[in-house]
């Protein structure tokens, strides 16, 4: 399975930004899909995420209410909108692939995703 994010850019603080990840490859087994994000110096950590077949998403704490995990089976994407952006979400956000689903009432730790893509920079100026 191969990943590939893009979206990512300079925005001010309360400002927005879409993130898309189009996935290819054998997908017909990925049953989970994520974002994480990695600030300098810092671990990497659970954004959000989404079953490939059904409707449980979940976002973590820090972004919930701001940034919404979509998907589109007919495109193979996997999108992540992220309104109202801080300069605390200024880091690279990575997408990534499991082929179990998740458990929705708590984050995907990295340890658990089978795929990665590379990342893109998403930077939030004050």
């Known amino acids: 399975v191969q990943l590939q994010a893009s979206g990512g850019g300079l925005v001010q603080a309360g400002g927005s930004l879409r993130l898309s990840c189009a996935a290819s490859g054998r997908t017909d087994s990925t049953q989970t899909f994520g974002w994480f994000r990695q600030a300098p110096g810092r671990e990497r950590e659970f954004v959000a995420a989404v079953r490939w077949r059904g409707s449980p998403t979940y976002h973590a704490d820090s972004v919930r209410g701001r940034f919404s995990i979509s998907r589109s089976n007919a495109r193979n994407t996997v999108d992540l909108q992220m309104n109202n952006l801080k300069p605390e979400d200024t880091a690279v956000y990575y997408c990534?692939?499991?082929?179990?689903?998740?458990?929705?009432?708590?984050?995907?730790?990295?340890?658990?995703?089978?795929?990665w893509g590379r990342g893109t920079q998403v930077t939030v100026s004050s």
């Open positions: 990534a692939g499991r082929d179990q689903t998740f458990d929705p009432t708590r984050p995907c730790s990295t340890s658990e995703m089978d795929y």
